[in-house]
């Protein structure tokens, strides 16, 4: 693996036979922090979005289904 920096962006070449599926992983990791490093969002408030959003989910799938 080589990393390159430029004037404008950093590289990364590597073997062409690297999976895909590893690729996206890292790809969507870099996209991740890129979109949040600006954030001021604690992890306190995230757990309490995610809590909020998952509430009555597993309840609202079992109706749906039928169960």
Do not use: C, H
């Amino acid at each position: 693996m080589i990393i390159e920096r430029t004037k404008d962006e950093v590289v990364f070449r590597l073997a062409a036979t690297t999976p895909v599926d590893d690729l996206q992983d890292i790809v969507d990791l870099l996209e991740y922090k890129e979109i949040t490093r600006n954030s001021k969002v604690s992890q306190k408030e995230v757990d309490n979005l995610v809590k909020t959003i998952k509430k009555g989910r597993w309840e609202k799938t079992r109706k749906k289904i039928g169960l």
